[in-house]
């Protein structure tokens, strides 16, 4: 055997090791920072050095792409010269070993080893570690020398550190463990609603003015403590002069203290003004972000805010629960048991809204668009039938918008006033397209 054989059999064993570089480059790609260190704390063999290798995965990462260039560039010339000898120095000798080449590396150091390097990531990157770090000692110069050149060549942002960069990239991971049972369906959708909070504004979520449960400063804590059972509400807005005029903020809490704190704090209760037991209240502009919102509630420590338009009335009230739900959806107590579904579908095909329920819900619901002007002026359902009529909807209005049917239902509040509070939605079927008639029937 002359030389030229030993050369094309070590050409040939250069393409594994190639696939072997590729397999850890892989793995080091695809395993996690927090799951090492997992590993470490239980005490993994290798855990400490990956971790190491870890804090340098960028470099490392270019360790192996640069050994694996090699192996493949030196096992081409190998295998190609091979062939083109075996042929007498023909150009088809060159061209049958560029194809076996390419299939040896295609298959050997290419699909798969990067295969399964993804899925035995975390074995692959333990056992290799220690090997890795010695080579990035030995290469490190060149690697350096290398990644300076490829960066003045190829100017950005660099190497990402991690499975994904933007927003868009997590959630899609998170469908995909979804689809694979990693993560159950309520776990997915609150870390979906985390993200887009930051989408939904304050109004949104908000109790609108006109079903706050209110009262007026000259009030007894009797008073309030009364209404609060009958409300079932722990923390009751004072107001002044008008509902605009907040003034402070009744918490049930402090009522009871104010009632019981002696044997004739009742008594003296009945004489006692709310404003000297109501807390400062805290307002907030009613375009403000809900997550902006939530952060600022959590840093004041403060449960309830009163949202302000942009005329500085009051537009609404929010408190910490209300934007907790847009994450983890409804949360129901005792005194819900009256709350009304935000949609609830009907037997006859349709479906019953809340009227507070947002346009962009129903648009999802009935895969319907409502035009831009529309959009605009509108939030709500509720604000859909009062833009559509021009006035205030009564129970038994109907109303047509973008191939819906919407049906307002209701009755009295607690003030006796009427007020509507579901609306009975169909969606219309197109009509069907009507033939010419033949002029030569």
Known sequence: MDVLDWTFFV????????????????????????????????????????????????????????????????????????????????????????????????????????????????????????????????????????????????????????PFTGEIELLEIVDLARERGVVAEDESRMIQSVFELDQTIAREIMTPRTEIVWIESDKTIAQVLRLAVRSGHSRIPVIGDSVDDVVGVAYLRDLVAAATGSSDSYASAEHTLVSSVMKPVYFEPDSKRADSLLAEMQRQRNHLAVLIDEYGGVAGLVSIEDVLEEIVGEIVDEHDSTEVAPIEELSDGGYRLSSRLSLAEVSDLFDVEFDEETAEEADTVAGLLAYELGRVPLPGTRVKAAGVIFLAEGGTDRRGRIRVSTVRAYKLEPEPATDEENPHD
């Not at 694996?68 to 000798?93: K, M, N, P, R």
């Not at 295609?106 to 692959?124: D, E, H, S, T």
């Open 11 to 162: 050409g040939l064993a250069l393409i594994p090791l190639a696939g072997l570089f590729s397999a850890v480059d892989s793995a080091l790609s695809a395993v996690s920072v927090a799951r090492v260190e997992e590993l470490e704390r239980d005490g993994r063999m290798g855990a400490r050095r990956l971790r190491r290798v870890m804090e340098a995965r960028p470099q490392y990462i270019n360790l192996c792409v640069l050994l694996y260039t090699i192996c493949l560039v030196a096992a081409s010339v190998q295998v190609v010269t091979f062939f083109e000898d075996l042929v007498d120095h023909s150009i088809w000798g060159i061209i049958l070993g560029v194809a076996v080449m390419s299939a040896l590396a295609f298959i050997v150091a290419g699909v798969g080893p990067r295969n399964l390097g993804r899925q035995y990531a975390y074995k692959i990157s333990l056992a290799t570690a220690l090997p890795l770090q010695l080579l990035g000692i030995l290469l490190r110069p060149i690697v350096r020398i290398l990644i300076v050149l490829g960066n003045a060549l190829t100017p950005g942002k660099g190497f990402r550190n991690g």
